[in-house]
């Protein structure tokens, strides 16, 4: 199952490394990751793969959340399909 993981925060040392550890420790692959830092604001979307995850999609969601909190940062993670429907016109 695909996913999209979102974070949004003050540009800071450590942001990627801390999110693709975390994801890499779980089993979960990365298909796809675009980050942009405008006027000291980072922003990033990644596409990944749960499929072959060690844990539940709610214990994700719950880990990137605490990391998201460690760096003060938002880090969200949606299904796919839900963030698809959303996003429809």
């Known amino acids: 199952m695909n996913c999209i993981i979102t974070v949004l925060g003050n540009d800071r040392v450590g942001i990627i490394a801390k999110v ?3 994801l ?7 298909l796809d990751i ?23 999609f709610e214990n994700i969601a719950e880990g990137l959340k605490k990391i998201g909190d460690e760096l003060n940062v938002e880090i969200r993670i949606q299904q796919e399909s839900i963030f698809d429907c959303m996003h429809r016109i």
């Open 24 to 30: 890499s420790e779980n089993g979960i692959n990365i």
């Open 20 to 22: 693709c550890i975390y």
């Open 34 to 56: 675009s980050q942009t830092i405008v006027k000291g604001y980072f922003n990033m979307l990644m596409i990944v793969d749960i499929e072959k995850s060690t844990i539940p």
